[in-house]
């Protein structure tokens, strides 16, 4: 049967060479299931959960923006930063969202550059994509 040959790329690291039979990511525009034989295209990527999956179950990441080059029999996603589930420290990432959080709220008596508005809410979809991966597990 004709399978994804999935790399999770990194600034720091390969996380993640595997085949896989289907591959779901998280496309800024909105998820995106990917099977053998897809057409091919890149996307953007948005903070959110990727599930490899294949006979031997499925895998869930983290991964926070970046690209996905998608080929019929080949996925490769160079992102900002990618966990796997076992990876993800979820007290830090809710340190990590009480921080934005705050951050943003404070920008709303005190509004700051619009740049750095950017990167308060980029760490807030990272946390909240790293909570929600965590408490959900594999
Ligand atoms: P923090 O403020 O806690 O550092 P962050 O969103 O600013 O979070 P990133 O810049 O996205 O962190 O990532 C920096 C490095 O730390 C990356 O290698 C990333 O995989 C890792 N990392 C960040 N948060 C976590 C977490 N909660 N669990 C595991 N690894 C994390």
Do not use: C, N, W, Y
């Amino acid at each position: 049967m004709a399978q994804i040959q999935l790399e999770i790329i990194t600034p720091q690291a390969i996380v993640l060479e595997e085949t896989v039979d289907e591959v779901i990511l998280p496309g800024s525009a909105g998820e995106i299931g990917v099977l053998p034989g897809h057409l091919p295209l890149m996307t953007t990527l948005g903070s959110g959960r990727l599930i490899a999956i294949s006979a031997a179950g499925q895998r869930k990441f983290a991964v926070h923006g970046g690209f996905a080059e998608i080929l019929p029999d080949k996925v490769v996603i160079l992102t900002g930063a990618g966990e796997s589930v076992d990876d993800i420290d979820l007290s830090r990432a809710k340190e990590a969202l009480e921080r934005a959080e705050r951050a943003i709220k404070a920008a709303e008596t005190k509004p700051e550059d619009e740049s750095v508005a950017e990167l308060h809410r980029a760490a807030l979809e990272r946390a909240r994509a790293r909570i929600l991966i965590a408490e959900e597990g594999e």
